[in-house]
């Protein structure tokens, strides 16, 4: 294998290696004294091997030796910056020694490499790793730029109020107010360019809030998990809340997008306060009531066609987490996870969606987006009533 440091030529062209046996012990300036002495003469004055190393023509000869049961063996290098020809001629001539020092030998030539290549082959390796390491520390323009916005919305964060909450700068002037639940969602927004955003603590909401938000227009971006859910239910009783931004479901405000960010504000929903009144006392009516005060139970009326279908659809997506829809003529279009309801609506011509498990208002709404006639599930914890889309459990098909 060629070495580049033992080179003595600057220009070396091939390096010629030979190996070497002799039936007792030589030492190097005996097997360097036999390839310039039995070489001399043979190749005519312009070929002499002291002639060319003079000129720089040949370069240092090297020889390795070891003693191995009283006989030497070596191997022996020679570079050359001759043409192909010239140096596959030297190489014959060494090969016509026979007496080394004072022993009988044999020189054979092993092979005669092509330093070019070998140079061509480290040049092209050393390239990739060059090239990997350049195109690994290389920051494009854009992100250098929002690494730069990043940082600088970062540091906008400030303490609002005799709480210390962490807050945008834009709490006090801003017409719409974001509250979201930690450090770490004020913090996501800010980055996003969103200054109007406080955070309310978690669930310990303290009272400094609920007069900032009487004068605004209040939003609550909750994650979307039970946690949201409390953190609604806590900020309603503390002060007015108008409306409501879910993350994805399973997801958290922290976690989202500079995308998934602003397609959940533009999707927030109105939230409606519950009433405050104080409760009337009521006396118990009788255990038995005379039958025209009882309200009958609202009975669902399921479409005699459909039935079957919706029974088998009910039974094929239970356990699943899996929600199926319909078209008008009972065609399945597309299966999808109930967390990720919100698909479906791209579709058309939807008839029915049936769903594994309870339904809720966020279920009930996407339905009834895409016109679906019929919502069918195990059960409903829906609050709501949508004209034009109607709801049917498990035992409605029983």
Known sequence: MFVMGKLALVSAKYVITALMHTEGVVEKPDVIGA??????????????????????????????????????????????SLDKTETAIIA??????????????????????????????????????????????????????????SSVRSSKIINWGPDKLDAGPGVDSARELILVEGRADVLTLLRNGVNNVISTNGTSIPKSLADLMSKKVTIAFVDGDRGGDLIIKALSHIGKLDFVARAPDGKEVEELTSKEVFK???????????????????????????ARFRKPAMKIRVPKDSRELFIKSLKAVTGSGQAEVFDTKHKLLGRVPVKSIKAITGLGDVFAVIVDGVIDDNILFTVKKVNARYLVCKNSRATKRLRGLTVISEKDLQ
Do not use: W
């Not at 070929?47 to 240092?60: A, F």
């Not at 090297?62 to 290098?77: F, H, L, P, Y």
């Not at 080394?100 to 030998?105: A, L, Y």
């Not at 092979?111 to 140079?119: F, N, Q, T």
């Open 35 to 80: 390839i310039f002495g039995q070489t001399e003469g043979l190749l005519g004055k312009d070929m002499e091997l002291r002639e060319l190393q003079k000129s720089g023509r040949i370069g240092r000869i090297e020889v390795d030796t070891k003693v191995v049961n009283g006989k030497t063996e070596a191997r022996i290098t020679v570079p050359s």
């Open 92 to 149: 014959a001539a060494i090969e016509t020694i026979e007496r080394i020092g004072p022993c009988n030998g044999k020189i054979a030539v092993e092979k005669i490499e092509d330093v070019r290549v070998s140079k061509k082959g480290y040049i092209q390796e050393r390239a990739k790793e060059i090239l990997s390491k350049f195109m690994d520390s290389e920051t494009s323009s854009q992100e250098l730029t929002d690494e730069i916005k």
């Open 264 to 290: 959940a504000l533009r999707a927030r929903e109105p939230f409606k306060q519950p009433s405050r009144q104080s409760p009337r006392i009521v006396s118990r009516a009788p255990r038995q009531s005379p």
